[in-house]
């Protein structure tokens, strides 16, 4: 196992923010806006703990009893706004189990974990909590982004060392894939890579 760097970590989440797998493209939505809000990935799947406002004040009732989270518009992708409003399923109706499975098809090959678990649903919230610190933040002021009622939170998550086995995708591209995942290479054994 290799540990991540903070950097390497935002670079990873950004690029699965951004990129697309052919049978499910809402995927992207999914993934942009575990990158914008750093939420549980349930969280995101269940509009009914969700509440609109107007485009300034969108409302999240966190998991665990915690504190109601607060985001805006441009915050997140318009799929989750619509969800939000019309109180149906995000993301066509997929489940995390199949949202998962199109990560790890863009990311073939490519385990993430903490030291004692998988870490490829939770990836975003670690980058989050340590984005913010990297901004600046204070212990406090990232207690209260996430609504945690727990203080000693915000240092668990941002010293937490997220690990991979396998090699870090082509940020700014994908590499292209047969059927069942597996890269391809060219007659040299080199990856093929797109843009």
Known sequence: MVPITTEELEQLCNYL?????IYYPVATSFFFDLYKTGCRPNELLQSDRWQY???????????KDNLPRYFTSSQLSGDLI????????????????????VMKKILPLVKIQTID????DYMFRYNRVKQSFAAGET???IQSKFGWTN?????????RIVYRIG??????????????????????????IYQ
């Open 53 to 63: 406002i107007n485009d300034d004040q969108i409302i999240l009732q966190p998991l």
């Open 167 to 192: 090699e870090l995708p082509p940020f700014g591209g994908n590499y292209i894939v047969d059927f069942d995942g597996s890269r391809l290479t060219d007659n040299e054994g080199n990856l093929l």
């Open 17 to 21: 923010s951004t990129a697309t797998y």
């Open 139 to 141: 212990d406090a002021e």
């Open 82 to 101: 619509f969800a939000i409003q019309h109180q149906v399923k995000p993301y066509q109706g997929l489940t995390l189990r199949q949202l998962t499975s």
């Open 151 to 159: 203080a000693l939170l915000p240092s668990l998550y941002g010293a």
């Open 117 to 120: 678990k998988s870490a490829i």
